[in-house]
């Protein structure tokens, strides 16, 4: 599982799943040792960092969005499930505010 000197291990996606400038800052740059090791304490420490990491939402959606098979990616399956359901939330809240601007303005008096 050999890096390329400064770049992190990127498995073999399609083109489509987007911009991977964000990952040159991936706190996990150099250390596929933890984030694709079978060990489970390799995998814990690798979890950890993912924590600290400053990208670690944009690893969480470039995770949700490829669904990579192997390897620990923003912070395993619990971190990147609470991200995507602060996201769908988020999301939820933005098209609720949306319909509540556009609502007719009898509609809007005694909400």
């Not at 420490?45 to 990579?68: F, H, N, Q, T, W």
């Not at 602060?86 to 005694?110: E, L, Y």
């Amino acid at each position: 599982m050999g890096d390329v000197k400064g770049q992190p291990h990127i498995p073999a996606f399609p083109r489509s799943s987007g911009d991977h400038r964000w990952m040159k800052d991936a706190s996990c740059v150099g250390r596929s040792d933890l984030f694709f090791s079978e060990s489970t304490n390799d995998r814990s420490e690798a979890k950890r960092i993912c924590m600290r990491c400053p990208v670690l939402l944009a690893c969480a959606d470039y995770s949700a969005r490829v669904g990579p098979s192997f390897g620990v990616w923003a912070g395993g399956k619990e971190a990147r499930l609470y991200v995507a359901s602060r996201r769908a939330q988020a999301d939820a809240d933005r098209q609720a505010a949306a319909k509540a601007d556009h609502a007719p303005a009898s509609a809007q008096i005694g909400a």
